[in-house]
């Protein structure tokens, strides 16, 4: 998702670029600390997800949003908490009180990939999850929340759009592709599964996921190729 962060503070903004560049289903565009050249850049600039201040000068959050003609998810950021009704009216994605906690930003980045993946691949039902354990503790994965998959000896990891952080668990390939859905899930390699929403391109059997990462596609898993271009 292709997202700008705006805030007139330089801190709270570094904040931000730090927390966004963990997350491989968001790509950074831009960031301002003036709202009226945040506005300019989205006027011009097709955005998926904006991440912006509520209390600054010249031009509020609330207010810059309402005058967007064409406007993208939006998670508001302030250190007041009297302005979250307002938030929800203009229909944000979330709304954040600071000082923002990576726990609190990934619930907040994976309420956007949800509903990205809702408003962009409609007919596709990853809407479900699987039940996993990692590390002592049972795991539930939002199945639209899945990057990839990855073999790792005895186990696998899986990779996730809204943290940084894999869940490592003790199974086979095999034995989670049974487990997911037949359409949305494919297996390209023997070390690897992807969500076949996630594919960017393909070339010279190679996969580029929207996040950017590159995977190799196998002889064996060269079908995959042809069902993707035929899509």
Known sequence: MKCVAIDDEPLALGILERYIAAFPALELL?????????????QSNPVDLLFIDIDMPDLSGLDLVSRLDKKPMVIFTTAHKKYAYEGFELEAVDYLLKPITTERFEKAVQKAVERFQYKNFPNLDLSGSIIVKSEYKTVKIVLNDIAYIEAMEDYIKIHLLSSRH????????????????????SRIHRSYIIADAQV????????????????????????????????
């Open 30 to 42: 831009a960031t301002f600390d003036d709202a009226v050249e945040g506005v300019r850049f989205l």
């Open 166 to 185: 894999p869940v490592l668990t003790l199974m086979s390939l095999k034995g989670i592709l049974e487990d997911l859905p037949e359409k949305g899930f």
């Open 200 to 231: 960017k391109s393909i070339q010279n059997k190679k996969i580029m996921l929207l996040s950017g990462q590159e995977l190799p596609v196998s002889d064996s898993y060269l079908h995959f190729i042809e069902k993707w271009k035929n899509q």
